[in-house]
Each structure stands twice: as C-alpha cells, then as structure tokens.
C-alpha cells in the first residue's frame, strides 16, 4: 500500500516517539549529515473531507495515502524502511447456503507494519531486523458497482519485544463487514433505510478465519465468515429483532492486482500458496539455515503422518462444523424459547392492561350513570321546588283575590246599606211630611171644625 494511515496510527507513533525521548540522555549531539532528512521535499499530509458525512470522514481517513510525507519518512527513519503499503487489489467472494451469489471487484488494501528493520517492504535491513515482528495491520476496502463497500481487516500484536508505538493488543483481530448498508447481500433487502417498523438485516458477520500472505511485492488474503440475516419487527408496539432463518456461508479471497493479472487462479482461495507471511517473516535472518534443516526433517516426518494429520484435521473439522451447527441449534432454540416467553409476557401484560382499561371503563360508566341519576336528582328537586313555589304564588294569589273579594262585598255592603238606610230615611222624610201634612190637614179640619162649630154658637 502506499501508506494509507488513520489518525489513531499517527498518535500512536507519536506517544512512542515521546516514550523513547524520555529514555534520552539530556545533551544530545547531533551531527550535520542528520539534518540532510529535513532538507528533502516531502508532500503535504493529505486530510479528510470533513465537510463530508460520518462515513464517508470515516472511509477517507482509511484511504489516506501517506506515501513521500513527513510521517512516513519519520517512521521511516526509526524502523529502517517505510511502514506503509498501499496497492490495487482485486477480489471475489462466494456465498452458498439461502444465499447463492458470486461477488467480484476491484479494491484497495492498506499495510501498515512496525516490524524494525523491514517495516511494509518484503526487504529485510539484517542490521537492524532483530525477528520480533512489531504491530501489523491490514485493511483492504472491496468495492462493488452497486451500493455495497466490503471491509476486511486484520490486526496483529506485536511480540514481546516488537515496536508497539502506543498501540495495545491482547490479541489478532479480525472484521469483515459491509459499509452503510444493513443488509450484505441482496441490495434489494435494504429496507432499514425506508422503513422504521419492519425490515431484514444481517448483523456483524462471523469471521471463521482470515490468512494473510505477502508474495514477493504482493499479497493475498483468504477467509471464511458466516452470515446470519434477522428479521426486525413490532408487535404490539414492542421492537423484536429475530433470526429470520436465511444462514450464507461466504469464502473470499483478495490478491494484488499484478499477481492476478499474471495467474488469477494462483489468487483463488481454493489454491495453495507459500507460507503465511506472519509466520514466513517471523523468523529471524540468522536462524535461515537452522529453519531448512528443520524443514529438511519436517519433510521426512511430514511425509509419514500426513494421512494421520488429514484424517485427524478432517474430524477436527467436522466436530468443529457439527459442534457449530449444534450452537447455532442451541442459540435458535435459546432465542426461540426467550421470544415465547417474551411474547407471553407481552400478552399478559396486556390482558392485565385490557383488564384494567374495561375496570376504568366500567367505573368511569357507573360514574357518569350516578352523575347523571344526581343531575336527574337535582333537577327533579329544582322542578319540585319551582311547583310548590307556583303553588304557594297561587295560593297566595288566590287568597288575596278571596280577600280583594270579600272586601269588594263588604264595600258593596256597605255601600247598599248606605243605599238602605238613604232610602229608608227619605221614606221616613216622606212619611213625616206626609205625616205632618196629614197633622196639618186635620189641624185644619179641626180648626175650621171648631171655627164652624163657634161660629153656630150662640
């Protein structure tokens, strides 16, 4: 590769640059022909696109080529050759199980290796190569003409001894994954990205194994992974997220492109190649003659128990595939029995929530029903309250109209006795007159009785 570096590599080698400096005697001399490094040209650093998003900051990062700048020329200079390798690379992967597909492309690969005294190149320094490999890392970024961006990764500590740079590891690491997508095969099964509530996805696959070899200038790199697809759901508002059932075995194979473009089935991952250079450059330049006597003999040995070595690899293999199928088996029956259970919890929680919501229901139904009978209640208080008050207004009114009544007979009453007694007292006048005119008439007969009778007196 030609030096792609992340910027964790960079800090890394910075931290063990500090750490070696601190061991340093406090006056150090430095001859002028040193200087002769600050004088040659470098390139600039080359940065990410920050302004892009997350993933795309993340696969520019990857893709930094460091080649010819300062850092590499630094890096350079403390292992004894450049640490960085970057080439082109082509690749192919087969999946079989639900799945039958053939992939293939182009791609990248980035080495970074900080083995003192050979660094990424395949030339060993003897003077300063002591056979303890430093750390060693391998990231090849596989590209497809669709949406897909297959990563493959490998990470090797260093052996005691090795140049770390700041960097800690327990142990070889590996990754094959794919790139923004939630689904490595089938492109059409994306649907995580349109829909929130139900799609298929394949989570992070497992890498059964991974070998990296260098060949010369070049590399190859075989693996092994299996991918599980699960199916993601709601139910009754809880998210689920279940084995859908759909397994892909995938065997792939990634070489440099000027090997495969010389003998493409020598890149093939059903062809035997050299050494696995993590063992083939382990090994110290002064122990070269001891390794081909060793090999001299291994050959001799190798040829007499190569039958009891397959035969005994070949069970190993099966009871490795039966012992895998079996905890494959074991976890789908785990995740089986914990989506019953689950789904039984989910549904007596909500019968007791269906329970509870028809007991509020049915409070809330008496309540209203004892509101409306005391309203009923209220009103029927309020209309009898209002008729015994008309009653009492018409008994009242009645009673006043009996007394306006009689006092208008009494008036009348009293007004005809007036009438009465007037009348009575004009007819005593009149009989009075008539009275007197009768007294006066006879007074008047009498006197003239009397004036008659003195008259024949004699």
């Not at 292992?79 to 639900?98: I, K, Q, R």
């Not at 053939?102 to 190149?121: D, I, K």
């Not at 990296?212 to 759901?233: D, K, L, N, P, S």
Request: hydrophobic share 35%; net charge negative; with cysteine.
């Amino acid at each position: 590769m030609t030096g792609r570096v992340s910027s964790a590599a960079i800090m890394a080698l910075l931290a063990g640059t500090f750490v070696a400096a601190a061991d340093l005697p406090a006056t150090l001399s430095i001859p002028e022909t040193e200087f002769e490094l600050g004088e040659e040209t470098h390139k600039p650093i080359p940065m990410p696109d920050l302004p892009g998003n997350p993933v795309q900051q993340m696969m520019d990062t990857l893709s930094l080529d460091m080649t010819g700048t300062l850092p590499d020329a630094v890096l350079e200079e403390l292992l004894g050759a450049s640490p960085y390798d970057f080439t082109d690379v082509v690749w192919g992967m087969e999946v079989t199980g639900n799945w039958t597909q053939n992939h293939t492309g182009t791609g990248t690969l980035q080495v970074t290796n900080f083995t003192e005294g050979r660094g990424a190149s395949p030339q060993i320094d003897p003077e300063r190569y002591s056979g303890e490999r430093g750390f060693r890392m391998y990231n090849a970024q596989l590209a497809t003409d669709g949406d897909h961006t297959f990563t493959l990764s490998a990470i090797f500590p260093p052996d005691p001894g090795g140049t770390a740079f700041g960097t800690e590891l327990d142990g070889t690491k590996g990754v094959f994954e794919v790139t923004w997508l939630c689904h490595m095969f089938e492109p059409g099964l994306i649907g995580c990205i349109d829909h929130d509530d139900e799609y298929y996805h394949t989570p992070l696959p497992d890498l059964q194994s991974l070998h990296v070899q260098q060949r010369g200038g070049g590399y190859r790199m075989t693996f092994q992974a299996r991918v599980i697809e699960h199916r993601r759901h709601r139910d009754r508002g809880h998210a689920f997220s279940e084995p859908s059932g759909r397994v892909g075995d995938v065997r792939g194979w990634v070489c440099d492109r000027a090997s495969w473009e010389a003998a493409p089935e020598s890149c093939d991952f059903r062809a035997t190649s050299d050494r696995d250079t993590e063992d083939e450059y382990a090994r110290n330049l002064l122990d070269e003659a001891r390794r081909k006597a060793e090999e001299e003999l291994e050959t001799a040995l190798t040829q007499a128990e190569d039958e009891a070595v397959e035969a005994e690899v070949a069970r190993q293999v099966t009871e490795i595939e039966r012992q895998m199928q079996q905890d494959t088996d074991d976890a789908v029956r785990r995740v089986e029995a914990e989506l019953a259970r689950a789904r039984a919890e989910v549904a007596e929680a909500e019968l007791e929530r269906q329970i509870r919501q028809q007991r509020d229901e049915a409070v809330r139904r008496v309540e209203a029903e004892l509101a409306r009978v005391q309203a009923e209640i209220a009103q029927a208080e309020e209309e009898r309250r209002v008729q015994q008050l008309r009653e009492d207004s018409v008994r009242r009114v009645e009673a006043e109209v009996a007394r306006v009544q009689g006092e208008i007979a009494r008036i009348r009453a009293e007004i005809a006795m007036k009438a009465v007694k007037m009348r009575a007292e004009q007819e005593r006048d009149a009989a009075i007159a008539s009275a007197e005119e009768s007294v006066a008439a006879a007074k008047a007969e009498m006197d003239a009785a009397l004036a008659e009778d003195e008259s024949e007196d004699p």
